[in-house]
């Protein structure tokens, strides 16, 4: 009989070794590889904008089963504030972000129009504006290279202070920080010193006492870092204005038909879910607020109100000159709602 020749035990191992390592990369080949993109706010975690961020970067790992991953930074930790957002994102320094509306307007006056003094200041109204603003932004965005995902409403603005504001001359004594060149404008037709800062710079002005009151509405974490410091809050009912969060074109078009998909629905779901949740976020602002020690003057002085209401006089003009023909269009859309 025929003998036959085992193989030594040490290419019996080779064997093994290389049918696991065929197999490993077998699997590794069928299984796609993650893509991860990056997204920012200048805004805390815990804010309206933050939130946001948060909800729409967990509908889009859910949705790829993990394929495409949005990693989040809060705080301006990637170094950018609202008024830069726009041209990192269009500049791929990042690859999406979340920004404050009325700091893009300091550069991009088109989105001054969530902001502009009294035009929007109930949650129908920011919804009507919002509807009748986003071909505006659309088109402006996809010129810019990137693409809307989604908006957050804010509360509505008021000022945050030493002592709540009661009379004209409470206005007048204020040295203010503003978010856009418009609230920059009323606040100092009003009387005040006004400054045109970002909320992140706002806060170490405070802290060196330069500036002693916000014109915000302190939502969230945003909040905490007020309330240390400006222990009032005069709800005024400025405007109730929007963030933006948009995405590089190039990033998002680079993505496979499944993942875009995914990208569109989870922007859209967290639209959605960001203005069902401002609905309770006042009430519950409030409570955090006066279990803090802040004081909140809703019962606001028709001096004040109409000593604001005097300076933005001319505002909504002042911005459709600006802007031009996309306002016009805007405004004709918003008033025949």
Do not use: C
């Not at 035009?119 to 088109?139: G, I, Q």
């Not at 804010?154 to 001359?169: E, H, L, N, Q, Y």
């Not at 002005?205 to 974490?221: E, K």
Request: hydrophobic letters at 45%; charged letters at 20%.
């Amino acid at each position: 009989m025929p003998r036959f020749a085992l193989p030594r035990p040490s290419a019996t191992k080779s064997i093994l070794l290389g049918l696991v390592a065929a197999l490993l990369a077998v699997t590794a080949a069928a299984q796609p590889a993650t893509t991860t993109l990056r997204i920012a706010t200048e805004y805390p975690a815990t804010s309206m904008p933050g939130l946001g961020v948060s909800h729409f970067v967990q509908q889009v790992a859910q949705k790829t089963e993990g394929r495409l991953v949005f990693e989040a930074s809060f705080d301006a930790a990637a170094g950018f504030k609202s008024a830069d957002m726009v041209d990192a994102v269009e500049a791929r320094r990042i690859d999406a972000g979340d920004a404050f509306a009325g700091g893009v307007a300091n550069r991009y006056p088109l989105f001054a129009v969530s902001s502009l003094p009294f035009l929007a200041d109930s949650l129908p109204r920011a919804e009507a504006l919002l509807k009748a603003a986003r071909p505006a932004y659309e088109r402006f965005l996809q010129a810019h290279g990137q693409r809307l995902l989604y908006t957050t409403p804010w509360p509505a603005s008021g000022i945050w202070s030493r002592k709540p504001v009661t009379s004209p001359d409470g206005l007048r004594a204020l040295r203010i920080r503003t978010y856009d060149d418009m609230s920059q404008a009323t606040l100092a037709a009003a009387g005040a010193q006004a400054f045109n800062i970002s909320f992140t710079d706002a806060v170490a002005r405070i802290a060196a006492g330069d500036v002693d009151a916000v014109l915000s509405s302190g939502d969230g974490g945003a909040g905490r870092k007020l309330w240390q410091y400006l222990p009032a809050f005069t709800e005024i009912n400025y405007a109730m204005p929007i963030s933006i969060a948009t995405i590089n074109l190039a990033a998002y078009e680079s993505l496979d038909d499944a993942a875009r998909t995914a990208v569109d629905q989870a922007a859209a779901e967290t639209e959605a879910a960001q203005w069902q949740r401002i609905r309770s976020r006042l009430e519950d602002n409030y409570r955090v607020m006066r279990s803090n020690g802040v004081v909140i003057e809703t019962n606001v002085p028709p001096a004040v109100t109409g000593a604001l209401k005097a300076a933005s006089a001319g505002a909504i003009r002042q911005w459709q000159e600006q802007v031009g023909p996309d306002a016009d269009e805007i405004l004709r859309r918003f008033s025949g709602r």
